[in-house]
């Protein structure tokens, strides 16, 4: 019989999730559906492995961005996981849940208390099997292994060292009680290994009957009638077009790829779909729009004693990791960083976020520079500039356009944070930690000063952080594409549930609270709530 109760579209962050709690109980019929293969790549479950992932084509969307005005009209390199495991599969690891009033703006957003801190924290605790064990902020025991760091380089301690004499607070977990501070990040690993979605929700899942899993397959369009989502249509390499039925249909496709297959399924701004030939089945204007991301710009600095992961021997790391799973390979790569809060900052919460790589890391590593180094990633956590998601055509294997619009706001408050950011990462380098380890500027070129000098930097070098949210917002508002319960609007039987749902970023890396929206999601369809007071 070629009908389920639910179909969800990506097998990704959410998705692998979704997939898991849904077929939990045997009588229930799920399909996982995913474009990539599946995630055998061996460089995808050692940590480090994340060094050559970039340059892996069949794991990896490799989308661009249209050309950035306020970035010298560059092209930005987006890369999106295309594998069982999603972006989870080829991300940094870092676990980061954001703050309390984060989610307290998202209850307000969609009028909803269910989506306040109080509501979500269980759910992220659900998930958590934490290896420091189970307190009142951490849980043990879930599916996602969050870990501290088995192998760290001395320059990321000098990071701390530094971050300190200059004036910021140590921190030994972001997730915890106070986010501002420097210190080492806690990663989505277990016993040294990656634990993706994938590895986490999905495998454990796989015995079950009533949970089949299709890889390189593309999702076409939504099935609709009368109002109501009844499938999707999808096609496998060349192979004829295939229709599949479903009780409910449910993206997790991610913040670019889910619009994209709405707006294709004729769900979006009308005018716009009418001029792709599109059949206008819901006038959603909201789809595409509200496109968030963190833009980040890095400086480099030289390291004549070597110490960085620069021409690491790989063989020697990789089989040490192989036999041991610790050592170099067990790296997350961007091992340290910190929270701060601006001279700038609108609210209580922490507005610039840092990682550090004790490596020279130019182009998202794709390109190699000679020598030795270390890099400090600077991103202002809440922009105020807003992107937007179009198609090309309506042919489904054509990238959709990405207008990210970085530093468009009109009032130019995050080119000044990006300034800011940018100023902060040269005075921890230049603090007395690092005087033994620094060698020359690498990126800047040269010591700046000036706003102006600082302006030009960032529009040259600025790039993604990786954290692309918005493009579906929940909400209560004539433009939100999808209500608290993550439902489509006007649609029946078709939600939406990955980090395109989310009305505002967080204060921090977006895996986490995707993973968290796809257990709140579940919770919401199969009539569970963690709390036990029925979300009031």
């Not at 989506?115 to 605790?125: E, I």
């Not at 990789?318 to 067990?330: A, K, Q």
Request: glycine letters at 10%; charged letters at 20%.
């Amino acid at each position: 019989m070629n009908r389920y109760d639910y179909i969800i579209v990506g097998a990704g962050s959410a998705g692998c999730v979704l997939a898991n709690r849904l077929s939990a109980n045997p009588a229930t019929r799920v399909l996982l559906l995913e474009a990539g293969p599946t995630d055998w790549n061996p460089l995808i479950h050692m940590p480090a492995g994340i060094a050559r992932l970039a340059n892996i084509q069949s794991t990896n969307w490799n989308y661009h961005t249209e050309p950035e005005p306020a970035l010298n009209q560059r092209r930005l390199w987006w890369p999106r996981g295309k594998t069982l495991g999603g972006s989870s599969s080829i991300n940094a690891m870092c676990y980061i849940r954001g703050v309390a009033d984060d989610y307290d703006r998202w209850a307000a957003a969609t009028n909803d208390p269910r989506w306040s801190w109080n509501h979500v924290l269980p759910y992220f605790l659900r998930s958590e099997d934490n290896s420091r064990g189970a307190s009142a902020l951490h849980g043990t025991g879930g599916e996602l292994g969050v870990s501290d760091l088995r192998y760290v380089n001395v320059l990321s301690q000098v990071l701390i060292d530094a971050a300190s004499s200059a004036g910021h607070p140590r921190n030994d977990d972001f997730n915890g009680s106070a986010q501002p501070g420097f210190g080492l990040y806690q990663v989505t690993q277990r016993n040294g290994a990656r634990c993706s979605t994938a590895a986490g929700f999905l495998k454990p899942a796989r015995g079950r009957t009533n949970l089949p899993v299709r890889t390189k397959v593309l999702v076409e369009r939504v099935l609709l009638e009368q109002g109501r989502a009844i499938g999707v249509q999808l096609r496998r390499g060349r192979h004829d077009s295939e229709r599949i039925e479903a009780g409910e249909v449910i993206l997790a496709a991610g913040a670019i790829n889910t619009p994209q297959l709405l707006m294709l399924s004729g769900l979006g701004p009308a005018d716009h779909l009418r001029e792709h030939g599109i059949s206008v089945e819901a006038d959603l204007q909201g789809v595409g729009e509200n496109l968030q991301d963190h833009l980040d710009i890095c400086t480099l600095d030289g390291n004549p004693g070597k110490l960085s992961y620069d021409h690491l021997n790989e063989l020697s790391a990789g089989l040490r990791w192989w036999r041991h799973r610790d050592g170099p390979g067990s790296s997350n790569v961007a091992e340290a960083g910190g929270f701060m809060r601006s001279r700038m900052a609108a609210d209580q919460r922490c507005d610039l976020q840092f990682h550090f790589v004790p490596a020279l890391l130019d182009d998202h590593g794709r390109h190699r520079l000679p020598g030795y180094g270390y890099t400090l990633h600077a991103c202002y956590l809440h922009p105020r500039s807003r992107g937007q998601l179009r198609l090309h055509s309506a042919n489904p294997a054509q990238p959709i356009a990405i207008h990210a619009n970085y530093l468009s706001d009109a009032e130019g408050h995050d080119l000044k944070m990006m300034i800011e950011a940018a100023r902060v990462s040269r005075d921890i380098f230049d603090q007395p930690a690092f005087a033994p380890h620094r060698g020359a500027p690498v990126f800047p070129e040269q010591r700046l000063s000036t706003d102006a000098e600082y302006t030009a930097f960032i529009r040259r070098k600025a790039e993604t952080v990786y954290h692309p949210v918005g493009s579906c917002r929940m909400g209560h508002d004539d433009h939100a594409v999808v209500d608290s319960e993550l439902r489509v609007r006007g649609i029946e039987g078709l939600r939406v549930v990955d980090a395109s749902v989310m009305p505002n970023l967080p204060s921090g890396n977006t895996n986490a609270p995707t993973i968290m929206i796809a257990e709140r999601a579940s919770a919401l369809m199969l009539g569970e709530d963690l709390r036990g007071d029925g979300g009031s």
